[in-house]
Nanobody, 125 residues
């Protein structure tokens, strides 16, 4: 079981990035999935998630209207499209998945079973 995140980088304010998280060993579409981030000196926070029980989505208030979470089942890959990036979006971004039926805390990530290694996103001019 593995999650491999990629797509981070350096981008100017207002720019876009798309993060990818390729899963192996289990099907993403039967799991709760999400993206989390951690900035230096701050706690990890939930960015966006999809709950497997009803396919509902969650977005942190700070990213609503700018970020979009999606799954490509044919590629078993989770994405996070990030537009209109701001310096405060700078962080290490992690993807995670939790078994269907788990109680997931979309803010902290508690309940997620699998975590990918982070990918750095830096928004700076």
């Amino acid at each position: 079981v593995q999650l491999q995140a990629s797509g981070g980088g350096l981008v100017q304010p207002g720019g876009s990035l798309r993060l990818s998280c390729a899963a192996s060993g289990f099907p993403l579409n039967h799991h709760n999935v999400g993206w989390f981030r951690q900035a230096p000196g701050k706690e990890r926070e939930g960015v966006s998630a999809i709950r497997s029980i009803d396919d509902s989505t969650y977005y942190a208030d700070s990213v609503k209207g700018r970020f979009t979470i999606s799954i490509d089942n044919s590629k078993n890959t989770l994405y996070l499209q990030m537009d209109s990036l701001r310096p405060e979006d700078t962080a290490v971004y992690y993807c995670a998945a939790g078994r269907h039926g788990n109680i997931i805390d979309v803010h902290s990530g508690d309940g997620m079973d699998y975590w990918g290694k982070g990918t750095q996103v830096t928004v700076s001019s």
